[in-house]
């Protein structure tokens, strides 16, 4: 049943967003053209109004000079001529001064009616916006409900990724989202009942969502520490490119975090063999006894990361920069360090080094000697 009314919150939302979408096009096509014709009416009137006032002004001014001059002389004629001319004169002066007082009179009501219309549609988005977000909030209940069905996968899945449309279409709520997702994450992945197939493809899936869910300030991506990555709950091949995930103990082997951000991370003693790293960020990154054989780290961030004990057999680490990282007994046999920087990188030994890859540009603790088998730089 919950199902059922997840669907048709989802379709309702659905409708709503385009709906206002497309209410938002029509009134601000509407707006744009309307305002236009307005400014043009407008700019008439006033240039109407105006002329009537000017001549209304004239007017006045010739009931004192046009009637002396256009009928000069002290006959009865003369006189009852001159009388006639002021009279029209102020009739028209009168007609003009209303004429000019009405355009302006219609310019306030008009603007005083666009104003009660943008005041009405302003009232009428809220509404709308009101509408939606009790939608919103309404298929957020449905959602989280439907993680927690024991059984149904499928219904599982379909609560995780309407939270994921949440997160998207209602930036609000996505620090909410990452929380709620996260936090099954950690459940599910840490649950006693014994673990069948069925159990992975959620984990998957809600990390998935995690790693994909839009960069915004102040939200983080995930928190997954304490989450057990392992065994069906692995994340084995999945992509998680750009993703910005904390994770402890997890099984990324053949992982794809491609620049990813895992400052910090915590993953000692993980699984990351054959892991796609390049680029990441893994500065301070916490990787002691990691498993890192055949990961591709080339220009990986791995300032003063803690590589203790690490394996790095066959590593491409090309162009990393391995600056003040903690490197005491890792295993670097056969791995790649061609342009790594190394400087100042802690409990490096000769022997380290000595099984290792490197070139010209590779940069050593000055405490080291460059292997004969790698290349020299050129005289300087």
Avoid: C
């Avoid at 069948?196 to 809600?206: H, N």
Wanted: proline share 4%.
């Amino acid at each position: 049943m919950g199902l059922d009314i997840l669907v048709a919150l989802i379709a309702q939302s659905a409708v709503m967003r385009r709906s206002n979408h497309s209410d938002s096009g029509r009134t601000r096509a509407m707006a744009d053209n309307g305002g236009a014709a307005r400014r043009t009416g407008r700019r008439w009137l006033w240039i109407i109004a105006g002329v009537a006032g000017a001549g209304a002004v004239a007017a006045v001014i010739g009931i004192w000079h046009l009637p002396a001059r256009m009928y000069p002389g002290t006959t009865d004629g003369a006189v009852q001529a001159r009388a006639a001319l002021q009279g029209g004169l102020l009739t028209a002066a009168a007609a003009l001064t209303a004429v000019a007082g009405a355009l302006v009179a219609l310019d306030e009501t008009r603007q005083a009616n666009t104003e009660t219309k943008r005041a009405n549609e302003a009232a009428d988005v809220r509404e709308r916006a009101a509408n939606l977000n009790t939608h919103v909030r309404e298929l957020y209940v449905e959602a989280a409900k439907l993680l927690n069905d024991p059984d149904n996968l499928g219904v599982r899945l379909a609560g995780i990724y309407a939270l994921e449309r949440i997160a998207v279409d209602s930036p609000g709520d996505q620090r909410t989202v990452v929380e709620v997702l996260s936090a099954f994450v950690r459940t599910r992945s840490t649950d006693p009942v014994p673990r069948t197939p069925p159990l992975a493809p959620d984990i998957r899936a809600a990390v998935q969502v995690l790693g994909r869910l839009p960069r915004r300030d102040d939200v983080p991506r995930a928190d997954l520490d304490g989450a057990e990555l392992t065994g069906t709950a692995s994340l084995e091949g999945l992509n998680l490119t750009a993703a910005d995930l904390h994770l402890t103990a997890a099984d990324l082997h053949a992982v794809h975090l491609g620049e990813a951000d895992l400052t910090s991370a915590r993953l000692r003693r993980g699984d990351l063999s054959s892991a796609q790293l390049s680029g990441a960020n893994l500065a301070s990154a916490q990787l002691s006894w990691a498993d890192l054989s055949s990961a591709q780290l080339s220009g990986a961030n791995l300032t003063s990361a803690q590589l203790s004990g690490a394996n790095l057999t066959d590593a491409l680490l090309r162009g990393a920069n391995l600056t003040d990282a903690l490197l005491r007994g890792a295993d670097l046999t056969g791995a790649h360090l061609e342009r790594a920087d190394l400087t100042d990188a802690r409990g490096l030994s000769q022997g380290q080094v000595d099984v290792a890859h490197g070139d010209a540009d590779t940069r050593l603790p000055v405490t080291l000697v460059r292997p004969a088998s790698w290349p020299m730089p050129p005289a300087s």
